[in-house]
């Protein structure tokens, strides 16, 4: 008999455990045998899978623009533990600026917000590279627009797409 469930560790953390359970007919044993597989990685992975899948049902429905936007900076806090997500806008001015388009971790009065990017910035990484720059940590950077705003919050980390 298998079956799934969640244990506490002796730490107090929870994790997903399978458990198999077999009746031995040995009489040195007397009983059963039962034996325990960590799996809240894979628990994991299945539930970001089936977030992603339900995301791209529901933008296949047609939901409107911002509200795509909105979940998807959601659902990166979600996946990578982030206190914060923004979803930006590349404008078309000489000198680098995006606009705001989505937040998660962040007040949504901050949507629509023209902030620089240059090029030595975590944006401007970003739209240099064409790949995500992974902020590690807001005060360690030495260059980062609206850093008061983000030590204000009490953000740490989050990642740039």
């Known amino acids: 008999m298998s079956f799934e469930t969640r244990l506490r560790t002796s730490e107090g953390a929870w994790i997903w455990v399978e458990a198999t359970m077999t009746l031995q007919d040995n009489p040195l044993v007397g009983g059963l045998v039962a034996n325990f597989r960590d799996i809240t990685e894979r628990r994991a992975e299945e539930a970001r899978r089936e977030a992603v899948a339900e995301f791209g049902l529901w933008a296949l429905r ?3 623009l911002a509200d795509l936007l909105r979940r998807a900076a959601g659902l990166l806090v979600e996946f990578l533990q982030a206190d914060a997500a923004t979803v930006f806008e590349r404008m078309t001015t000489p000198d680098d600026q995006v606009v ?9 009065s901050l949507v629509g917000i023209l902030a620089p990017a240059p090029p030595s910035s975590p944006m401007g990484k970003t739209l240099a590279t064409g790949s995500h720059y992974l902020v590690t940590e807001y005060c360690d950077e030495p260059w980062f627009p609206g850093k008061e705003l983000i030590e204000d919050s009490g953000s740490t980390a989050a990642s740039g797409r």
């Open 62 to 64: 047609s939901a409107p």
């Open 100 to 108: 705001a388009r989505a937040w998660a971790g962040w007040p949504q």
